[in-house]
Nanobody, 128 residues
Framework: QVQLVESGGGLVQAGGSLRLSCAASGRAFSNYAMGWFRQAPGKEREFVTT????????AYADSVKGRFTISRDNAKNTVYLQMNSLKPEDTAVYYC?????????????????????WGQGTQVTVSS
């Protein structure tokens, strides 16, 4: 139903910035959300941020609040993750995800179980 293609990862020094992009294709569905998760080697995948498409409401993990910003471009079916003031602990593979926000009441907006479609992942490495 939905295919996700990510880009924008790379190597950056601590304090620097990166912007990730995720372009979605396929049939639209009502009340859907797109979000970002990340996974470091040997660690479980963790929630970063999400945005509900119809009203633009957002949620952020405490670890990134104030530093990361999620945004969307409706015409391009693209979601962005602007990452500022990057820290070494932000190093991970970042995954774009999409799902039906109607399931938030069941599994929660921050759970990977609320998202049905996943991108291939893009590596973000923060030095120092």
């Amino acid at each position: 139903q939905v295919q996700l293609v990510e880009s924008g990862g790379g190597l950056v020094q601590a304090g620097g910035s990166l912007r990730l992009s995720c372009a979605a294709s396929g049939r639209a569905f009502s009340n859907y959300a797109m979000g970002w998760f990340r996974q470091a080697p040997g660690k479980e995948r963790e929630f970063v941020t999400t945005i509900r498409w119809n009203d633009g409401s957002t949620a952020y993990a405490d670890s990134v609040k104030g530093r990361f910003t999620i945004s969307r471009d409706n015409a391009k079916n693209t979601v962005y993750l602007q990452m500022n003031s990057l820290k070494p602990e932000d190093t991970a593979v970042y995954y774009c995800a999409a799902g039906n926000a109607n399931r938030w009441i069941i599994t929660g907006s921050r759970s990977s179980r609320s998202y049905d479609y996943w991108g291939q992942g893009t590596q973000v490495t923060v030095s120092s």
